[in-house]
């Protein structure tokens, strides 16, 4: 029970938070809340502050938070006052919403559950719902210029669903949340383009076959400018330097390769940057929102500090190479194998742990047959046990441990590899959280 008192502690609120409303990141499937009763009930409660503000919509299976994060840079860099909502986090529920990169503070969460109380009890929102409306309010009050809005898991029936933006991104479609999304390419790119809006432009990152047509056919039902982001843009060429990657990017009618140092690792950025480089060169084009096109390339240059973006192939230390990513299912899964295809080790150390509900038959077949495996489980009890994923993979002839904390399976980890050996982390995002919230009791600072 949470106190009364106005002294409330932000810790008080959180755990009231996560004890008392449905939470998916902990429990899956029975805190999913499709639909936008509850989200519109909580809106009119504080005054429908969602329109008080421009907004920009983002889904995707893959890429959207990325792509949130550096569409946020490019606003804040042409002067915009912007808000940005992305889910989940990582270590601290603040992250989800900021304004110019900074979280909301501890006592404006306070504030805001402690004066819901009664329509919370009404209305019995989600964890997810209350974060959205919490959100809107905050970037109401703050009065920013704009917000990048990103969705939870879907787009038509997402709890974000209920703002009118001036522009939507969807960045690609692969299998993820089937139980939820429909069993198919089809079924869950008609979800995500529920998020286009009746003459919005709307940007896609990525043709692909199958699929785009959906995207087509809802533009022209809505008539909505179509842009598809890798037919105007691509990267045709990078490097590593020591702060991050240059990538070279070509443009539709440039003549010359555009250099642009990032501080975002990862190859599988490159689509993220096109896409977020056109949405940026859309809005200037098509909507009231007049990007500085001089702040576009500074602004994804730094994008990950400029917006506090993380666990995107970050690195945790130099010797062992350690990394982590937040890549959950079989698309992000070929991103970064490739990507350690690339990266030069003694041997190959993964710990490695997934949720309960992910089909993850497939995934362990993409896994690298050379690595010592440590297997563990994150702290939520939506995490697979550590014993049945050992098994599991034992099965397909992977031999590894198995941990009950991610932090006993990165010290083995750390204990075994030499200063040539790599580790990776990840899995899940919470695994991934947990590696970074407690990097001084993992030696990995």
Excluded at 51 to 70: D, E, F, Q
Excluded at 191 to 208: D, S, W
Excluded at 336 to 355: A, E, M, P, S
Excluded at 431 to 442: D, K, Q
Aim: hydrophobic content about 40%.
């Amino acid at each position: 029970m949470m106190s009364k008192c106005s002294k409330t502690s932000y810790n008080e609120v959180i755990d009231y938070l996560f004890n008392s409303l449905p939470v998916f990141q902990h429990s899956g499937g029975s805190a999913y809340k499709p639909g936008l009763q509850t989200i519109g009930e909580l809106d009119d409660f504080y005054g429908n502050p969602h329109r008080r503000y421009k907004t920009i919509h983002i889904a995707g299976t893959n890429g959207k938070g990325s792509v949130a994060h550096m569409l946020a840079a490019i606003l804040q860099g042409s002067g915009y006052v912007t808000g940005l909502f992305t889910s989940p986090h990582l270590s601290d529920f603040r992250e989800r919403i900021r304004i110019n990169g900074q979280m909301i503070t501890e006592e404006e969460v306070v504030q805001f559950v402690m004066h819901s109380r009664a329509i919370f009890d009404k209305v019995q929102p989600s964890f997810f719902e209350m974060s959205v409306a919490m959100a809107f309010e905050h970037f109401a009050r703050s009065k920013v210029d704009v917000a990048v809005i990103e969705t939870g898991m879907g787009g038509r029936l997402d709890a974000t669903n209920i703002i009118l933006p001036v522009m939507s991104v969807i960045t690609n479609i692969s299998m993820d949340h089937a139980q939820f999304l429909g069993s198919n390419l089809i079924s869950i790119a008609t979800e995500k383009a529920g998020i286009i809006k009746q003459g919005t432009p709307v940007v896609i990152g990525e043709t692909q076959p199958g699929v785009s047509n959906v995207f087509e056919n809802r533009a022209r039902e809505t008539k909505s400018i179509i842009i598809f982001a890798d037919e105007h843009a691509r990267i045709n060429d990078s490097h590593h330097s020591s702060e991050g990657q240059i990538y070279y990017i070509e443009q539709k009618g440039k003549s010359r390769p555009t250099p642009l140092p990032v501080d975002l690792f990862g190859d599988y950025q490159k689509k993220n940057i096109i896409t977020a480089l056109i949405a940026a060169q859309c809005l200037r084009l098509h909507t009231s929102v007049k990007i500085d096109m001089n702040a576009i390339m500074p602004s994804l240059a730094t994008a990950a500090r400029d917006t506090g973006l993380r666990g995107r192939w970050e690195k945790l230390r130099d010797k062992p190479f350690t990394v982590c990513d937040t890549a959950h299912n079989p698309a992000g899964w070929t991103w970064i194998l490739n990507q350690i295809k690339h990266c030069k080790y003694r041997r190959l150390h993964f710990v490695l742990g997934f949720v309960n509900d992910k089909d993850i038959s497939g995934m362990l077949e993409m896994m690298p047959r050379d690595a010592a495996y440590y297997f563990t489980k994150a702290s939520i009890p939506r995490a697979m046990d550590e014993t049945e994923l050992m098994n599991a993979a034992a099965k397909k002839n992977f031999i590894g441990n198995a941990y009950a904390t991610v932090s006993e399976a990165i010290q083995d980890a750390l204990r075994n590899a030499t200063a040539d050996d790599m580790i990776y982390i990840g899995g899940s995002t919470f695994v991934v959280a947990e590696a970074i919230t407690a990097p001084n009791h993992h030696n990995l600072s």
